[in-house]
């Protein structure tokens, strides 16, 4: 069996919150979390705003220090030591494109910055012929390596930062709600752009976003995520179409389908009750305090990730 590319294993992300004059307690952003990517693969992460989709990402890069567990790129392990080379290999693409570009730089200096820092140009000449190359990978033209990021709509930022992504060739790039922040007919144009590189380059995505329906389209496998935990996992089609948890169907059942008709005559899972604070997580399963189909069992012990078939995790006592 092939290595995957990136092979996540018990990640926790614990943040340390004060809630006292000398009391501190940690809130459980993530909290051991596995999963594997391959080589050229888009796995989709979905979830409601604050179930730590971001922090899963970030981890992964070591933009935050993980409290525990381990990430491998290509069999070896992403550690504090070798970030630095390892970031070659792995970039990321931010949700704001335009808080996350350098409004005192220009086109040409964001993208080569990349360039600068690992040395991979041998003069002038080349730099700028790698920097149009990958402008013009994203849509750009060569007039624009001299504008700045404000002059620019937010479809055009955000390809910026794809092409600062793909300045240094990695293999994998997290992709951070890329396209929640752009009108919906650029976001088409994003997207479509995302898999053609794919298909050209051979990189493999992490594509976190809160659009079921976007994720559907560009992801291989998608894992949803409740309250900083991965609560089922599968092919694109499997959790889209016969998902078995129930806050996966619920999240299913709220996907917004263009036929009248159907839309009528469909059943709407409504959740009760709010998230739970991450503070002061339930015992056992964390969503069973708005799960309908909550037992005892289910306050006890949290369910693992459980082969359905056909790699089809889920992780509930009960579905």
């Not at 630095?84 to 990321?92: E, H, L």
């Not at 149009?132 to 404000?150: I, K, Q, W």
């Not at 369910?303 to 995790?313: C, E, K, N």
């Amino acid at each position: 069996m092939s290595t995957p590319l990136i092979d996540v294993r018990n990640l926790k992300q614990y943040f340390p919150v004060k809630t006292g004059l000398f009391k501190t307690e940690f809130l459980k952003a993530v909290d051991d979390v596995s999963f594997s990517i391959n080589a050229g693969e888009t796995l989709g992460l979905v979830g409601e705003s604050g179930c730590g989709k971001t922090t899963v990402g970030r981890s992964i890069l070591r933009l935050y220090e993980p409290t525990a567990g381990e990430v491998l790129y290509d069999g070896v392990p992403v550690t504090a030591k070798n970030i630095g080379r390892m970031r070659q290999n792995m970039q990321m693409v931010f949700q704001d494109p335009y808080s996350s570009l350098d409004p005192r730089m220009t086109v040409e200096d964001i993208i080569g910055e990349p360039l600068d820092v690992h040395k991979l140009y041998e003069n002038k000449a080349e730099r700028r012929e790698k920097i149009l190359t990958l402008m013009d990978y994203v849509g750009l033209n060569a007039e624009h390596a001299t504008r700045y990021a404000h002059e620019f709509s937010g479809g055009q930022r955000q390809r910026i930062g794809i092409a600062r992504a793909l300045a240094v060739n990695p293999k994998f790039i997290v992709c951070d709600e890329p396209v929640s922040a752009l009108d919906v007919s650029i976001q088409a144009q994003v997207i479509n752009m995302f898999e053609d590189l794919q298909v050209k380059l051979g990189v493999a995505y992490l594509f976190i976003a809160h659009d079921l329906l976007v994720v559907h389209h560009i992801s291989q496998r998608i894992a949803v995520m409740y309250l900083g935990k991965i609560v089922e996992m599968g092919k694109a089609d499997d959790v889209n179409y016969t998902s078995i948890h129930p806050y996966t169907q619920s999240l299913m059942s709220a996907v917004p389908i263009p036929d009248p008709d159907y839309t009528r005559q469909r059943h709407r899972i409504v959740l009760q009750g709010d998230v739970p604070s991450p503070l002061h997580m339930p015992t056992g399963c964390p969503f069973r305090t708005r799960c309908r189909y909550a037992c005892d069992k289910c306050a006890q012990e949290m369910p693992p990730l459980t082969d359905r078939g056909g790699g089809h995790m889920v992780a509930c006592w009960v579905k």
